[in-house]
């Protein structure tokens, strides 16, 4: 299938301080960009997501941007606490003959230290 | 409305051995997708469904079938488990294909022996 390729594998930041994950794809066609977060032993959970109609999204500490020309979107989260330490997951949607489907990355694991 | 439920959640099986896997949604969902989860991997989709009576192979889907007889419930099986499908699974699902969130249930952790 398309890839995502997300980065960094892993984060390590000072609570207070910015956190930004970084995600491209390749499939053109691609209209829709979930961001999840999975801590651990738990399900993901969708914490934002954008479509390829906006260039960027915010819900109060949490913001994406989307570059449809360069194929990348990120995630950026303002002044971070220790509950944001998880492993975040950024996907990209893909269309085939048999349907609808996300493609995701491989996962940033986030540490945030008091 | 207890959303995406997955039965069982602890599994181990040895080599050779059949099971399958119950995902249940309550959400009137069309779609509804398998993953498996391993470290450093990512969530890799296995088979996918876009309504009652369609399935459709993912980016995974060698050793695995589904069946997809209700809306409510997505079905995957282990027809001859191996080591190498030990893995978290994850059934999620969404209200249509398109530019629409997926739902996630809990996941079920499978060991094989």
């Known amino acids: 299938g398309e890839n995502v390729e997300q980065h960094p594998s892993t984060l390590s930041v000072q609570e207070g301080d910015s956190a930004v994950i970084k995600c491209t794809y390749s499939?053109?066609?691609?209209?829709?960009f979930p961001w999840y977060k999975q801590e651990l032993g738990k399900r993901p959970q969708l914490i934002i997501d954008?479509?390829?109609?906006?260039g960027e999204k915010k819900d109060q500490r949490i913001a994406v941007t989307l570059n449809k020309t360069a194929k990348h979107f990120s995630l950026h989260i303002t002044e971070t606490q220790p509950e944001d330490s998880a492993v975040y997951f950024c996907?990209?949607?893909?269309?085939?003959?048999?349907?609808?489907?996300?493609?995701f990355g491989k996962g940033t694991s986030l540490l945030v230290t008091p | 409305n207890a959303g995406v439920t997955q039965t069982p959640k602890f599994r181990v099986l040895k080599t050779g051995q059949s099971m399958t896997l119950l995902c249940a949604q309550d959400?009137?969902?069309?779609?509804m997708y398998w993953y498996r989860q391993d470290p450093g991997m990512g969530l890799r989709l296995i088979h996918y469904?876009?309504?009652?009576?369609?399935?459709a192979k993912g980016e995974v889907p060698d050793g695995y079938n589904v069946s997809r007889l209700k809306k409510q419930n997505f079905l995957l099986g282990l027809e001859s488990a191996a080591p190498s499908q030990t893995s978290v699974y994850f059934c999620?699902?969404?209200?249509?294909?398109?530019?629409?969130?997926?739902?996630f249930g809990d996941g079920t952790r499978l060991s094989i022996l």
């Open positions: 996907a990209a949607s893909i269309i085939s003959n048999s349907g609808y489907a996300l493609n």
């Open positions: 999620a699902s969404s209200y249509t294909g398109t530019r629409q969130p997926q739902h």
């Open positions: 499939d053109s066609a691609s209209n829709y």
């Open positions: 959400m009137n969902h069309e779609y």
């Open positions: 469904s876009v309504g009652e009576g369609t399935t």
């Open positions: 954008i479509r390829s109609n906006v």
